[in-house]
């Protein structure tokens, strides 16, 4: 599909060879275009627009993404995908306990010059338990991203914020699945939509044309 945008055509072909700054100042411009007013939620406005865009050149993107893959060494081979799973996941453990040992020490140092204990645990010198529960939530988030990094080894797999520096609120990743493009958000497990997650997240996701939620 060819969509003319101002000067230059909105197409697959013409964004991959741009830099990820210059394909974000082309859907920028072209998702301003967009008419969002029937979204209820004004917050959700940007995230309409971006995923209108994106679907547009979506099927064409997949498309090159896979010839690519399909001339070199395929990482939709068990070899080939292992490797890569496995770098990242180095890439991912080192540069964690490098950021763990230095929280560590900036934290022990906060806890040791601090004459007024806030809690029981920095009374106690209890600098790991102290520490745990920012920890825990650093990790989550981290992980998070490694799960959309090994996603992205997939050439039927597409991350806005990896290819246009865009977040798409609600979006984690797009896929093709099927033939079909997929809006969807990526969750370590089910138990994570509880609450009043499971309808913000079938409200964000609710916009486009079709999603799910991807449980890992």
Same mark, same amino acid.
């Given at each position: 599909m060819k969509i003319f945008f101002m000067s230059t055509?909105?197409?697959?072909n013409t964004l991959i060879p741009l830099s990820v700054l210059e394909r974000k100042a082309l859907v920028l411009e072209y998702a301003s275009t967009i008419n969002a007013t029937h979204i209820s939620d004004e917050s959700l406005?940007?995230?309409?627009q971006y995923g209108k865009v994106i679907s547009l050149i979506a099927e064409d993107y997949f498309e090159y993404q896979i010839k690519q893959d399909s001339l070199d060494d395929s990482v939709l081979k068990t070899e080939r995908q292992s490797e890569l799973i496995k770098n990242q996941t180095e890439i991912f453990t080192t540069e964690f306990i490098d950021w763990l040992a230095k929280y560590f020490e900036k934290q022990k140092a906060i806890?040791?010059?601090? @004459?007024n204990p806030r809690n029981l645990y920095e009374?106690?010198?209890?600098?790991?338990l102290v520490t745990s529960n920012s920890v825990t939530r650093q990790l989550n988030t981290k992980m998070g991203m490694l799960w959309e990094k090994i996603s992205n080894i997939s050439p039927y797999a597409l991350i806005p914020e990896f290819e246009f520096d865009i977040k798409i609120t609600g979006v984690d990743i797009i896929i093709l699945s099927n033939e079909t493009v997929y809006f969807t958000q990526l969750k370590s497990q089910k138990n994570t939509l509880t609450g009043s997650?499971? @309808?913000?997240?079938?409200?964000e996701l609710g916009i486009h044309t079709v999603c799910f939620l991807q449980v890992h």
């Open positions: 055509e909105l197409t697959a406005h940007l995230a309409y806890v040791e010059n601090n @004459p009374l106690c010198g209890a600098n790991l997650q499971a @309808p913000r997240a079938k409200k």
